[in-house]
């Protein structure tokens, strides 16, 4: 306690012909500490850096917000296409020109991730197997973007569209893939190709008659007779 009303000696003093008063105050000799964090939220690039680690911060010290390892704008690549760096964010310190006075809390960044320029990827469409006369080409291969929304080619055949050739009616399948989950006629499109096969099945042979004729001999070499047969049928692949 400390006054200007009186002479304080030793821890007391003569009342003067006045009020005396006494003022205390109090000096943070140890203050307390509490953490900064920084986590990513959302989608991240598959290969990004960790976010920065957990410290520790006295409470009323100046706190630069981390640079490391990426700042607002930066970007990385990867199988999807090039990521950029939102910076990191807070509701639980009033960040200036990039610090803050730390608060009687911990400190919560959060830094998220915006997939800016999508890489793309093929969609092949091929045959497979035996394949009618006359049967139109395969869809020619086409580029879209990696989360960008495909539709499943229905030109030139779609699944039960049939050829008719020598060989009699084809029926075609369809385009299946393994690469990606169609739905509906169509997909998300993944960070890779995506190859659709489609095959044929002869499903109305052709029928075709046909004269089998026997030639009879003697035993000089003449011919003494001849037999013909006659019947019908139909082509096996």
């Known amino acids: 306690w400390s006054t200007d009303d009186a002479a304080v000696s030793d821890g007391s003093f003569t009342m003067p012909a006045q009020n005396v008063a006494f003022t205390g105050s109090w000096t943070l000799t140890d203050p307390a500490e509490y953490e900064v964090s920084y986590t990513y939220t959302g989608e991240t690039p598959t290969n990004v850096a960790n976010a920065p680690a957990v410290a520790d911060y ?100 779609t699944a039960g569209a049939t050829v008719t050739d020598v060989r009699g009616e084809w029926t075609f399948s369809g385009w299946e893939t393994d690469d990606a989950e169609v739905s509906n006629g169509s997909f998300t499109m993944p960070a890779q190709d995506v190859a659709f096969t489609g095959s044929w099945t002869l499903t109305d042979a052709a029928e075709y008659k046909y004269t089998v004729i026997e030639h009879y001999e003697n035993a000089s070499g003449e011919e003494i007779d001849t037999e013909e047969t006659f019947g019908t049928a139909t082509f096996e692949e």
């Not at 991730?113 to 006369?133: M, S």
């Open 58 to 157: 006295e409470y009323g010290s100046t706190v630069t917000v981390s640079t490391d390892p990426y700042t607002v704008g930066a970007t990385v690549t990867d199988a999807r296409g090039v990521w950029t760096f939102n910076g990191w964010s807070t509701d639980d310190a009033a960040v200036s020109d990039g610090s803050f006075t730390m608060p009687a809390q911990d400190v919560a960044f959060t830094g998220s991730w915006t997939l800016t320029k999508p890489a793309e990827y093929d969609v092949i469409y091929r045959y497979e197997g035996v394949v009618p006369d006359g049967a139109a080409n395969a869809p020619a291969s086409d580029s879209h973007e990696y989360g960008s929304t495909v539709i499943v080619s229905t030109d030139p055949y």
